[in-house]
Nanobody
Framework: QVQLVESGGGLGQPGGSLRLSCTAS????????MGWYRQALEQRELVATI??????NYTDSVKGRFTVSRDNAKRTVYLQMNSLKPEDTAVYYC???????????????WGQGTQVTVSS
């Protein structure tokens, strides 16, 4: 019903930048929250979220370095990652909270994950 395609990621240098994007497609009535998680080893962490009204929240470790944004017309969420650190290395997953029909409850859908490696 709903598909998410992530792009971006790869290898970044300490102090450098990378940008992730994630586009939703399929049967979508509305999208509320969008955001990004990351997973390193066994630990999954919520990195950033953004509401449909543009209110964003970040985990403390990325505040001032990462910026989450969205383009509602394109059904796309972005994560601009600046001042990268080795500890940012993880698989990054986007998620969107979608209502596929007006009368149905919203649920979360997940991207396939993209590897971000920060190393010199």
């Amino acid at each position: 019903q709903v598909q998410l395609v992530e792009s971006g990621g790869g290898l970044g240098q300490p102090g450098g930048s990378l940008r992730l994007s994630c586009t939703a497609s399929g049967t979508i009535f509305s999208i509320s929250d969008m955001g990004w998680y990351r997973q390193a080893l066994e630990q999954r962490e919520l990195v950033a979220t953004i509401t449909s009204g543009g209110i964003s929240n970040y985990t403390d470790s990325v505040k001032g370095r990462f910026t989450v944004s969205r383009d509602n017309a394109k059904r796309t969420v972005y994560l601009q990652m600046n001042s990268l650190k080795p500890e940012d290395t993880a698989v990054y997953y986007c998620y969107v909270r979608v209502r596929v029909r007006l009368y149905m409850a919203p649920r979360d859908y997940w991207g396939q994950g993209t590897q971000v490696t920060v190393s010199s």
